[in-house]
């Protein structure tokens, strides 16, 4: 069963901006952290942006400034907003939901499936 479901990918001109989501399945209860990652061929994944469930926010060097990630549906969902992207931004992107270990159940981790972004002229 799909928990975790990434959208909005495509093709993007370079300086342009595109806006993801991810909702997590509403039976993924208490989600801690939402975060971005992204792998583009040939390379390694890479975290990028992150959002605890207080709304804390954490960004990589290679996009602070450019993407905006928010929380919203319950905590279940968030979006990134992707501003002058770059050819170098061309990934498949993927949302992560954690949550922590607690006295109930251990630490769990929901990956998407992932959705391509190009950055081409």
């Known amino acids: 069963q799909v928990q975790v479901v990434e959208s909005g990918g495509g093709l993007v001109q370079p300086g342009g901006s595109l806006r993801l989501s991810c909702t997590a399945s509403?039976?993924?209860?208490?989600?801690?952290?939402l975060a971005w990652y992204r792998q583009a061929p040939w390379k390694e994944r890479e975290l990028f942006a992150s959002?605890?469930?207080?709304?804390?926010?954490a960004y990589s060097d290679s996009v602070k400034g450019r993407f905006t990630v928010s929380r919203y549906n319950f905590n279940n969902s968030v979006n990134l907003q992707m501003n002058s992207l770059k050819p170098d931004d061309t990934a498949v992107y993927y949302c992560n939901a954690i949550v922590h270990n607690s006295d109930r159940s251990p630490r769990r981790e929901y990956w998407g499936q992932g959705t391509q972004v190009t950055v081409s002229s």
């Open positions: 959002i605890t469930r207080t709304g804390n926010t």
């Open positions: 509403s039976m993924i209860f208490n989600i801690d952290d």
